[in-house]
């Protein structure tokens, strides 16, 4: 079992930024790509990004491209998401998943068969 939780969310301007962490229970983190999923309101949930289980691929959204960096600490169990320059339809909770080594872009395309989720953390932003 893996457990992920989530941290770093808030209300923020637009144009500002936040960094998003997702902690796991276990160091076995090391055996799964970790990914971010967000949903906004009436919408369904979408990939942000992803990252490999060792660093070295890693996955953004168009929408995302630029402005989002993804990374990841294995000695932490800790992966995060620096988001800077964001807008308004960024709102939403965004999610850490777990799956069990996969490549970053089949993860990143669907969120069905993901193997672990967080609850989730608010991002808001709005002046």
């Known amino acids: 079992q893996l457990q992920l939780v989530e941290s770093g969310g808030g209300l923020v301007q637009p144009g500002g930024s936040l960094r998003l962490s997702c902690i796991a229970s276990?160091?076995?983190?090391?055996?799964?790509?970790i990914g971010w999923f967000r949903q906004a309101p009436g919408k369904e949930r979408e990939g942000v990004s992803c990252?490999?289980?060792?660093?070295?691929?890693?996955n953004y959204a168009d929408f995302v491209k630029g402005r989002f960096t993804i990374s990841r600490d294995n000695a932490k169990n800790t992966v995060y998401l620096q988001m800077n320059s964001l807008k308004p339809e960024d709102t939403a909770v965004y999610y850490c998943a777990a799956r069990f080594r996969t490549p970053v872009k089949t993860m990143c395309d669907t969120d069905t068969d993901i193997d672990y989720w967080g609850k989730g953390t608010l991002v808001t932003v709005s002046s």
């Open positions: 276990r160091d076995t983190m090391t055996d799964y790509t």
């Open positions: 990252i490999s289980r060792h660093y070295d691929f890693v």
